[in-house]
């Protein structure tokens, strides 16, 4: 019996007038996951692709390549332009990029400063989920059910065990694989939206803390260029505030509203309003977008949405749905955008995560064979066309690599392929673990997905990187065409794409002209991208994109070794005829 006077703890508290949730978890389901183990997945999920690679032509290339002309002071710090093209990025991720390569300047190549701080904005993003799982699974609508001969979980070793499973979730998304290891402004939104999240679900809990964190992450997620969802997440958060019966999360409204204001007042000095609204995707691009960017968390979240159905106005389910919600909505208004789809990536991993308590047997089973049979495929795939690279055998895998990347010669790294062969042992013995006999414990059904994706990303990162670099990356083209400039001559390549200027910038290391009116400036050489007319063109038959003015002789036509669309055609200025002087007079 309860002695006379002494107050339970509040985490047994349960109104009368909450519904019974349908989780009931053990004392030894609720086992979290080994700290170490924890750390393990982490590391090797962040930390592969973060050395010895290039950037990759894209968003990340672009992203890189004026945060270099920034830090460089080839441009200015508040009106950043590439080539001399004036851009409408967002000011705050790219001088957090610019600000990392001027400290690492000397002693840290360029690429992999500028890709450190958002390494570990891609740690934050995970510890922010971690917490805010912890602190929604401890609130008491979310509390599983009280045994009836006891045994039943504590609330904090529940709380634990549902937070390392939406860790994992997050891991295994395989939306944020590639686009997580980039340095694009999209990381630091998501690694706000994150951080929002946690303020919410932390609040009643952590007041000041939660404060803070609403007052950084609003304006922040403004300032790296998503004004219009830090306002919409902002207004759905001051709804769950004022609808809430929890004084914590209700003191949080003047806090948002604060938030809010400087997120509106912060977008334009740095120049995030950007009217990007596009025509609604077609309905079936849309699902399969959704189908894979989210996998394997959406059918789990979709499962959770079922079983609490009669919970969904609970904060641990009202606030991810907030943050999911949100995203989806700035997916379809933006074409199908996967960068705005995103920024839902730790709403749905937070709502997976509450799907773990009531899967049962079945289920469990059909995602730890489908993990083990599809990634253990991918793993042996990697491995097969990697001893094709280093032994030529099998030839049908050889041939492949070089009719895809024609010119590629491999390279071996011993330390790479060590971590290949950790990699690969650890992921046998973690399907041998989950297989055997053991305890049953909540994130079971997530560590294999979680640990296939990050051995799969190794491995790519390792046994694959010189393959992808050569692929991806705009090196070879950049030393192609600047075996045509002369060092210290600049090149005129007006309209150019930014990833080909930034490449000639960064790894031609030539001053480059992209404006419009750059053919009649002084650079010697002048680049024009054409497209290739047709598809299977052999030898570069090509289609102008632009009119070359007079004056200009063509001398050479270059592409990147893996692109059978395009071709940049080099100029040079045409020598000019002199007057010849005018003959001396003769003596009278």
């Keep these: 019996m309860r002695s006379p006077g002494r107050t339970p703890p509040a985490f047994y508290h349960r109104p009368v007038t909450l519904k019974p949730n349908p989780a009931l978890v053990t004392r030894d389901a609720a086992r979290r996951l080994p700290r170490l183990a924890l750390l393990l997945f982490c590391a090797a999920y962040v930390l592969p692709g973060l050395f010895g690679r290039d950037p990759w032509r894209g968003a990340d290339l672009n992203a890189f390549g004026l945060m270099l002309a920034i830090a460089e002071g080839r441009t200015s710090w508040l009106a950043p332009a590439l080539g001399g093209v004036p851009t409408e990025a967002a000011l705050l991720p790219h001088w957090i990029g610019a600000l990392a390569i001027l400290a690492g300047r000397g002693w840290l190549d360029p690429a992999l400063a500028a890709r450190v701080p958002f390494a570990l904005l891609l740690v934050l993003t995970l510890v922010a989920v971690w917490y805010a799982t912890f602190h929604l699974a401890r609130s008491e609508a979310a509390q599983p059910l009280p045994l009836a001969f006891g045994g039943e979980a504590s609330p904090v070793d529940y709380a634990r065990a549902i937070a390392d499973g939406a860790l994992l979730l997050v891991i295994a998304t395989l939306g944020l694989l590639q686009l997580g290891h980039e340095t694009t402004p999209e990381l630091a939104q998501l690694a706000a939206a994150?951080?929002?999240?946690?303020?919410?679900?932390?609040?009643p809990h952590r007041g000041w803390p939660a404060r803070a964190g609403v007052l950084l992450a609003l304006p922040a997620l403004s300032a790296c260029g998503a004004p219009a969802m830090a306002l919409a997440l902002g207004a759905g958060a001051l709804v769950l505030c004022w609808r809430s019966r929890d004084a914590g999360l209700k003191s949080l409204a003047p806090w948002l509203a604060l938030a809010m204001l400087a997120s509106a007042l912060l977008a334009w000095p740095a120049g995030s309003w950007a009217w990007r609204v596009a025509p609604v995707i077609e309905p079936a691009l849309l699902a399969r977008l959704l189908l894979w960017f989210l996998w394997p968390a959406w059918p789990l979240a979709v499962w959770t949405l079922w079983r609490w159905r009669q919970h969904l106005a609970q904060h641990h389910l009202a606030i991810p749905l907030l943050g999911l919600g949100v995203a989806l909505l700035a997916?379809?208004?933006?074409?199908?955008?996967?960068?705005?789809?995103?920024?839902?990536?730790?709403?749905?991993?937070?709502?997976?995560?509450?799907?773990?308590p009531t899967l049962q047997r079945g289920s469990t089973a059909a995602i730890d064979w489908f993990s083990v049979f599809?990634?253990?495929?991918?793993?042996?795939?990697?491995?097969?066309?990697?001893?094709?690279?280093?032994?030529?055998?099998?030839?049908?895998?050889?041939?492949?690599?070089?009719?895809?990347?024609?010119?590629?010669?491999?390279?071996?790294?011993?330390?790479?392929l060590g971590l290949a062969l950790l990699a690969t042992a650890a992921w046998l013995g973690l399907v041998r673990w989950r297989t055997g006999r053991h305890r049953e414990v909540l994130w079971k059904s997530v560590v294999l997905p979680a640990g296939g994706v990050a051995?799969?990303?190794?491995?790519?990162?390792?046994?694959?990187?010189?393959?992808?670099?050569?692929?991806?990356?705009?090196?070879?083209?950049?030393?192609?065409?600047?075996?045509?400039?002369?060092?210290?001559?600049?090149?005129?390549?007006?309209?150019?794409?930014?990833?080909?200027?930034?490449?000639?910038?960064?790894?031609g290391r030539r001053r480059v002209d992209a404006t419009?009116?750059?053919?009649?400036?002084?650079?010697?050489?002048?680049?024009?991208?054409?497209?290739?007319?047709?598809?299977?063109?052999?030898?570069?038959?090509?289609?102008?994109?632009?009119?070359?003015?007079?004056?200009?002789?063509?001398?050479?036509?270059?592409?990147?070794?893996?692109?059978?669309?395009?071709?940049?055609?080099?100029?040079?200025?045409?020598?000019?005829?002199?007057?010849?002087?005018?003959?001396?007079?003769?003596?009278?």
């Design 516 to 588: 419009a009116t750059a053919a009649g400036g002084t650079c010697p050489v002048l680049l024009q991208t054409q497209a290739l007319r047709g598809a299977g063109v052999a030898h570069g038959a090509a289609v102008a994109r632009a009119h070359v003015a007079a004056g200009w002789r063509e001398v050479a036509r270059e592409r990147r070794p893996t692109d059978r669309n395009e071709v940049v055609v080099v100029y040079r200025r045409a020598p000019t005829v002199a007057l010849s002087p005018a003959p001396p007079a003769l003596p009278r």
């Design 455 to 507: 051995l799969c990303w190794l491995l790519l990162m390792t046994l694959w990187l010189p393959l992808l670099d050569y692929g991806r990356s705009n090196r070879p083209l950049a030393e192609r065409l600047v075996r045509h400039v002369s060092r210290g001559a600049c090149i005129a390549a007006p309209g150019a794409p930014m990833s080909l200027v930034a490449a000639l910038e960064f790894h």
């Design 374 to 416: 599809f990634f253990s495929s991918c793993a042996v795939i990697i491995w097969i066309f990697y001893l094709a690279m280093q032994t030529g055998m099998p030839a049908r895998a050889l041939g492949t690599v070089l009719r895809l990347a024609p010119g590629f010669q491999s390279q071996q790294s011993l330390p790479a």
């Design 194 to 203: 994150a951080c929002l999240q946690w303020a919410l679900a932390a609040a």
């Design 331 to 356: 997916c379809v208004a933006m074409d199908g955008s996967d960068r705005a789809l995103m920024l839902g990536l730790p709403g749905i991993a937070v709502l997976a995560a509450f799907a773990l």
